[in-house]
């Protein structure tokens, strides 16, 4: 049986753009100092009336329009995001109602910042005994603006809100994923999190007022984890998948710090790959980041047939997942025109981008 790949990208980005001159005076930085410690210098917000949903469901309906698949065809919907529309339920079943995926079965993953990755882990292998002709949505979608305390300079200078998306299902022999790799350092989980909100420590009046309702990150502990554990699994994955260094074409990483990653990547010998960033345009947007900038890429013309693509996730818990993935071009089965007339318009503000 064929393998499991990417049949098409899609993302969305709100329409509202806030400049470094914006977060800085709140922060106690200047817009130069966010610049040159993280290479951002703007990044993209939600509106009020706009739901993780319903960025997310733009960007699968865009998925699905380049691969040629109707929404009715997905068998799985699988959503990474750590600010879900509502603690229950499952924001991917706010996104299954929105396109029309009336036969999908839909749940959402939380791995933080390496979600996207380890959601097309789990998509994958749900496809893989799945006939010819079967189909799984991933969605990587996030809106930090709403959990950023903006006098905190360590995180309120680096997020940004988006969505990016995949749709899975066979490919040709000798493309598609090849290989996965997923590593969690729970003995780390105290560098990034929410305190307050959950079963721990459920929302008060009291959390409201000491602020523990906001995203919190040891930065140095971060950067230091990244430098310590990222060139490692980049390696054991490649040694997995029995593939050299100088084969990967194009790495597409977690957008977290264009500062961080510039340092980072030396340490990970690829030497005739693309390293590609998003982060200067649109920050760090969570588990969106990694499947946004790959749909960058793939819609700019960057990636050729059999293209071998390194995607690299990782954030709280700690966790990191990356994925090999030799790319096809095997893309709308279907001409587009007949997948535009048949499916259900998603009930959205359209996007900017």
């Known amino acids: 049986m064929n393998p499991i790949g990417i049949l098409g990208t899609g993302s969305f980005l709100p329409s509202v753009v806030v400049s470094n001159e914006e977060i800085a005076e709140g922060a106690g930085v200047t817009a130069e100092w966010i610049t040159r410690k993280t290479g951002i210098r703007e990044r993209r917000r939600a509106e009020g009336h706009q739901a993780t949903s319903d960025l997310a469901a733009v960007a699968a309906q865009r998925a699905l329009d380049q691969a040629g698949i109707r929404a009715e065809e997905v068998a799985y919907i699988v959503l990474s995001t750590s600010t879900p529309d509502r603690p229950q ?70 997020f940004g809100d988006g969505a990016g998306a995949a749709v899975l299902g066979r490919t040709p022999a000798s493309q598609g994923l090849l290989s996965t790799s997923l590593v969690s350092r729970g003995d780390q989980h105290g560098l990034i999190g929410v305190p307050a909100g959950g079963s721990r420590m459920p929302a008060s ?21 990244v430098q310590e554990n990222l060139p490692a699994a980049v390696h054991a994955l490649l040694d997995s998948a029995g593939v050299r260094p100088e084969e990967v074409r194009h790495f597409v990483p977690h957008q977290a710090n264009g500062v961080m990653l510039a ?91």
């Open 205 to 225: 009046a009291q959390t409201v007022a000491s602020g523990s309702h906001y995203f919190r990150m040891d930065g140095r502990g971060v950067r230091a984890f």
């Open 263 to 353: 340092e980072v990547w030396p340490e990970l010998g690829l030497p005739n790959a693309e390293f590609h960033l998003t982060v200067e345009r649109y920050a760090n947007t969570g588990s969106a980041s990694v499947p946004i900038t790959l749909d960058h890429v793939h819609r700019g013309g960057s990636l050729a047939e059999g293209d071998m693509v390194l995607m690299v996730g990782f954030g709280g818990g700690m966790a990191i997942g990356s994925s090999l993935i030799r790319w096809s071009r095997t893309l709308n089965a279907r001409p587009l025109s007949d997948v535009l007339r048949d499916r259900r318009p998603v009930p959205v503000a359209a996007a900017a981008d």
């Open 89 to 158: 339920p499952p924001t991917a079943s706010f996104v299954q109602h929105l396109i029309g995926a009336v036969n999908a079965a839909a749940f959402d993953v939380n791995a933080v910042c390496s979600g996207f990755v380890y959601a097309l882990s789990v998509a994958e292998r749900m496809l893989r005994p799945e006939p010819e002709g079967r189909y799984a949505l991933v969605i990587g979608a996030d809106i930090y603006s709403r959990i950023l305390d903006y006098s905190d300079r360590k995180t309120a200078v680096l």
